[in-house]
């Protein structure tokens, strides 16, 4: 094992952290967390937020792509600055998507019903879908990555629920930028 005080306990602390953030996503989406709390930022900012999150939806995608392809040719380190910034930067596309939300509430879908229906509602469904399955999938490779050595991953879950995550975590970074291509582009 390792000598990390959190080696022993990846699940726990993986489950923690998972229904926290879940918590978070759900609370700031159904309204439920104290807005007032919250600074309120200029609507310009506000009005922002969206296009900062595709483009940070957008270069996510790029880098775990890296990151996935680096593991692949069996460069760790590359593997773990791709990932680790993989993670940063999803972190920032939650602050910002939960501090929005929790203030505006979700964007309202203005396009035709017949798209809406068939093409806008399927693609969000899986988006957030896959997001929500990511959370634990991510916490879980990540703290097994930074609780062991490096030389000891092979040996843990974390290559085989790290093949899973990653395809998983792309798509939904793709879906991402779709949702805001139909929410703020299309029209």
Do not use: K
């Not at 600074?39 to 880098?63: G, R």
């Not at 988006?127 to 097994?144: E, S």
């Amino acid at each position: 094992m390792s000598d990390h005080p959190l080696a022993d306990h990846v699940p726990a602390a993986t489950a923690v952290l998972s229904a926290v953030s879940l918590a978070l996503v759900f609370g700031a989406v159904l309204g439920a967390l104290p807005s007032a709390l919250l600074p309120v930022a200029p609507d310009w900012v506000l009005a922002l937020i969206p296009t900062l999150n595709a483009a940070i939806c957008a270069v996510a995608f790029v880098v775990v792509a890296v990151g996935w392809r680096a593991i692949r040719r069996g460069d760790v380190h590359r593997h773990r600055r791709a990932m680790l910034t993989g993670l940063g930067l999803f972190a920032l596309f939650l602050v910002c998507y939960l501090y929005r939300v929790s203030l505006r509430g979700p964007t309202p879908f203005t396009g035709p019903a017949v798209v809406e229906q068939y093409v806008y509602l399927p693609v969000l469904a899986v988006h957030v879908f896959l997001a929500i399955v990511c959370i634990p999938l991510l916490y879980y490779v990540v703290l097994l990555a930074l609780t062991r050595p490096v030389a000891a991953l092979p040996r843990t879950n974390h290559p085989r629920v790290g093949r899973v995550a990653a395809p998983l975590w792309l798509v939904s970074f793709g879906l991402g930028v779709v949702v805001y291509v139909l929410l703020h582009v299309a029209w």
